[in-house]
């Protein structure tokens, strides 16, 4: 029995949901065939962990660990919820806090937390018993020192700096219909110009896309494609608040000091919990089950920051080095924030707002 992760499908993002259907379709064939002992993990592109740990847990559960990855996490739960019921995986991973408003998210599990969720604190289980927290991460901008010098551009210091004529054409940002930061960078803006009033949410965005505001359809497009830091035209890009320390660990040679940074302001960032779950209809859900507790694990857990990038949930896990020096958490004043039924009652509304603003290009006052 191979000991590595095995990816079945890496699909492309940006594919509309009508185009979903024949994937969906060839991906039950496949899984259809696969062996008994497979136990199927769905998730976004940015999922990763040591062949080490993945082969101790085939070794130690009798099972084979396969990954069905393609695209940002809000791409994957669409992917989800057109199999509901007869789901493509056992466990789906990558789900947040506030992808599960979703219509219908709610109904792709069956309840089940990991053995280890004590050592996890209360405000980080945002599902109750339906998921387990399994990262947690600050979606924020990051800019590129050398990027905005060659520029002549000074550091942004604030969301508002990044609407002015100044930093025209110099932010990318992901599709909240379709990205999960791209989302979560919804909800900060909601949550920090409000709505109504002589100024708020979708005027914010309206100024964004007047200053040449960059669209991608995921995360990975915007950073590693549009950001400059490698090779793109934008200097400021959505990302997270460990992405400096990533620069720094997988840089060719030493680094003392991050080639990025964060823009880090009142109301900047947005905590991200991601969360595993039991699919409803897996055909084994006590290998689903193993493989929760697996992703819960100290072991993985250690390994979280410097596989994803992201902060492990477990309280008892220390942080890497890097991650002390370059990647400190937003404090709370920082830290954007929304009641959870108001996301769930408001979030379709808001992304139709959002995408007649910015794709379509109509006033804020048109679409209120």
């Given at each position: 029995?191979?000991r590595?992760?095995?990816?079945?499908?890496s699909?492309?993002?940006?594919?509309?949901?009508?185009?979903?259907?024949?994937?969906?379709?060839?991906?039950?064939?496949?899984?259809?065939?696969?062996?008994?002992?497979?136990?199927?993990?769905?998730?976004?592109?940015?999922?990763?962990?040591?062949?080490?740990?993945?082969?101790?847990?085939?070794?130690?559960?009798?099972?084979?660990?396969?990954v069905?990855?393609?695209?940002?996490?809000?791409?994957?739960?669409?992917?989800?919820?057109?199999?509901?019921?007869?789901?493509?995986?056992?466990?789906?991973?990558?789900?947040?806090?506030?992808l599960?408003?979703?219509?219908g998210?709610?109904?792709?599990?069956?309840?089940?937390?990991?053995?280890?969720v004590?050592?996890?604190?209360?405000?980080?289980?945002?599902?109750?018993?339906?998921?387990?927290?399994?990262?947690?991460?600050y979606v924020?901008?990051?800019?590129?020192?050398?990027?905005l010098?060659?520029?002549?551009?000074?550091?942004?210091?604030?969301?508002?700096?990044?609407?002015?004529?100044?930093?025209?054409?110099?932010?990318?940002?992901?599709?909240?219909?379709?990205?999960?930061?791209?989302?979560?960078?919804?909800?900060?803006?909601?949550?920090?110009?409000?709505?109504g009033?002589?100024?708020?949410?979708?005027?914010?965005?309206?100024d964004?896309?007047?200053?040449?505001?960059?669209?991608?359809?995921?995360?990975?497009?915007?950073?590693?494609?549009a950001?400059?830091?490698?090779?793109?035209d934008?200097?400021?890009?959505?990302?997270?608040?460990?992405?400096?320390?990533?620069?720094?660990?997988?840089?060719?040679?030493?680094?003392?000091?991050?080639?990025?940074?964060?823009?880090?302001?009142?109301?900047c960032?947005?905590?991200?919990?991601?969360?595993a779950?039991?699919?409803?209809?897996?055909?084994d859900?006590?290998a689903?089950?193993?493989?929760?507790?697996?992703?819960?694990?100290?072991?993985?857990?250690?390994?979280?920051?410097?596989?994803?990038f992201?902060?492990?949930?477990?309280?008892?896990?220390?942080?890497?080095?890097a991650?002390?020096?370059?990647?400190?958490?937003?404090?709370?004043?920082?830290?954007?924030?929304?009641?959870?039924?108001?996301?769930?009652?408001?979030?379709?509304?808001?992304?139709?707002?959002?995408t007649?603003?910015?794709?379509?290009?109509?006033?804020?006052?048109?679409?209120?």
């Amino acid at each position: 029995m191979s000991r590595t992760v095995r990816t079945l499908s890496s699909i492309a993002t940006g594919r509309v949901v009508g185009r979903l259907v024949p994937w969906a379709l060839a991906l039950l064939a496949t899984l259809a065939t696969a062996s008994a002992q497979d136990v199927t993990l769905l998730t976004h592109d940015s999922f990763t962990l040591p062949e080490e740990l993945v082969a101790t847990f085939e070794s130690e559960h009798d099972l084979e660990l396969r990954v069905v990855s393609g695209g940002d996490a809000g791409e994957v739960v669409n992917r989800a919820l057109l199999t509901s019921g007869r789901p493509v995986a056992d466990v789906l991973f990558g789900i947040d806090d506030a992808l599960i408003a979703r219509e219908g998210a709610r109904d792709l599990f069956e309840p089940y937390v990991a053995s280890g969720v004590d050592a996890v604190s209360d405000e980080l289980r945002f599902a109750g018993e339906l998921l387990t927290p399994v990262t947690v991460g600050y979606v924020t901008f990051n800019y590129d020192v050398a990027g905005l010098e060659e520029r002549g551009l000074p550091e942004p210091t604030d969301l508002t700096d990044l609407t002015t004529q100044t930093f025209a054409g110099a932010t990318v940002v992901s599709d909240p219909a379709t990205s999960s930061p791209g989302l979560a960078f919804l909800l900060v803006t909601v949550a920090r110009f409000g709505e109504g009033g002589s100024y708020d949410w979708l005027d914010y965005w309206a100024d964004l896309r007047e200053a040449d505001l960059r669209v991608t359809s995921g995360w990975s497009d915007a950073y590693y494609t549009a950001f400059s830091r490698y090779g793109g035209d934008r200097p400021i890009v959505l990302s997270y608040a460990t992405s400096p320390a990533a620069e720094v660990i997988f840089a060719e040679e030493e680094l003392d000091a991050s080639p990025t940074r964060n823009l880090l302001c009142d109301g900047c960032a947005w905590r991200q919990i991601e969360a595993a779950g039991v699919l409803a209809g897996t055909p084994d859900p006590d290998a689903a089950r193993e493989l929760v507790d697996f992703l819960l694990s100290e072991e993985v857990q250690a390994a979280v920051p410097t596989s994803m990038f992201v902060y492990p949930v477990r309280e008892d896990v220390a942080l890497p080095e890097a991650f002390e020096r370059f990647a400190a958490r937003p404090d709370d004043a920082q830290t954007a924030s929304l009641d959870a039924a108001r996301i769930e009652a408001q979030q379709a509304r808001w992304l139709q707002q959002w995408t007649q603003v910015v794709r379509q290009g109509r006033s804020p006052d048109d679409v209120r």
